[in-house]
């Protein structure tokens, strides 16, 4: 009793929130309208009478059943051919064809369970044309052929188009349900990308950081040193210090905020990560791996902070990788470093055909991800698209004016043992 109960409010829920429920209450007025108005005049032909008060009452309950014909279908087409068989039987002059045929189009349109809906139809088709053979087909004049011939003609006609209705809206729904499910694995392999990216920064970044740590380490034991022989050098050693503390403390801030649970799984290295100043190498590789590549410096060439340098290898060295990748045979590339008084500028253009251009459109890709996550570290700008007349363009903008405050980090960032720089 409480399934049965259940399932009826789970219904009637259901049947409440359909967007459909005024479309299926004006339909199955109109069915009963229709029903009731062919049930009130005698047939001549037959001789049958017209309905009475108890199939008024039938009529009009079948006709109201339609409006759970999305829902339940199998019920509604019960009740339906019951009330026919009935009417047909009680001498009922009329087919109501729109009545049945609205049955069996819900069957076959609306019905979940297959199997059952295929018995339902063959056998309530059956017993009803099995009536109607003997009642409203069996007249005076002879048994009438063409109505039988129309009559099954519909009722099969109903239900193809029931079951080609039912088919179109399946592949719609899987269509949907397949392009749901892609946009969902889009963006969850997008996050994915962006998470693993940002820890990937986050290790760099503490790698340029642990550098700078050293670095103060081997020039504080230098000053410590020299600090009563010669003051004026180990003043000097502690600017350099005091320039790559702030410089660390600096890069600390900005890895915590891009830091994400992932611990890094490796002892840190000491070795300084990749700047501008290796450009050129990657260059001379992309020119060797089939990309003719240039590079073009302009400004004032001078060190900037460690993750700035970092992040400006890396924009250039990923965007030469999608070249390489995506520009076509026979593509060339320029790199451009302009270095600015409050900022600097990379520009990598290529004149390729390949898929690149199309990926830009989306601003899909993992590496332009990867490089819209380096750049909004330091609250630069990045611009990336294609070049009209063919070829792609990444343009970042990276500050530098608060950065160096006047002090130079060239002696500190070369041989740490050597206080002099």
Known sequence: ?????????????????????????LFATLVGVVAIAEALTPDEQTGA?????????????????????????????????????????????????????????????HSDQRRRAWIALLLGGTILFAIACFTLLDTPDGYNVDSAGSMLAFLIGTTAIGLFVRNRQRIFADSEQRAATAEADRLAS?????????????????????????????QAAAAQEIVHTDPDKAAEVLGRIENVGRQSLNEMRRMLGVL???????????????????????????????????????????????????????????????????????ASAVVTIAYGDDDVVISVVDDGQGAVSSLSKTGGGNGVIGMRERVEIYGGDISVGPVRGGGFSVRVVLPASDIERGLTLSSAAGSPADPEG
């Not at 009793?1 to 209450?25: C, F, I």
């Not at 509604?76 to 068989?85: K, N, P, S, Y």
């Open 190 to 218: 997008a996050e994915r990308a962006r998470a693993d990216e940002r820890s990937r920064i986050a290790r760099e970044m503490h790698d340029v950081v642990a550098h700078g740590m050293s670095v103060i380490s081997v």
């Open 260 to 330: 994400r649970s992932t611990p890094d799984d490796g002892a840190p290295s000491l070795e300084p990560q990749p700047s501008l100043g290796d450009v050129n190498a990657a260059v001379t590789r992309s020119t060797e791996a089939g990309v003719q590549t240039d590079l073009v410096v302009t400004g004032t060439v001078r060190e900037l902070p460690p993750g700035i340098e970092l992040t400006g290898f890396r924009i250039v060295q990923e965007s030469l990788t999608n070249v390489l990748k995506h520009a076509g045979p026979s």
């Open 1 to 25: 009793m409480t399934r049965a109960s259940g399932s009826l409010t789970e219904v009637a829920t259901r049947w409440s929130r359909d967007p459909n429920l005024r479309a299926d209450a």
């Open 49 to 109: 009478a017209g309905a009475d008060t108890f199939a008024y009452i039938t009529l009009g309950v079948a006709a109201a059943s339609l409006l759970l014909r999305r829902h339940l279908p199998l019920t509604v087409f019960a009740i339906v051919t019951t009330v026919l068989g009935v009417f047909y039987l009680r001498d009922g002059g009329e087919f109501l064809s729109l009545l049945g045929l609205s049955a069996f189009y819900a069957v076959a349109a």
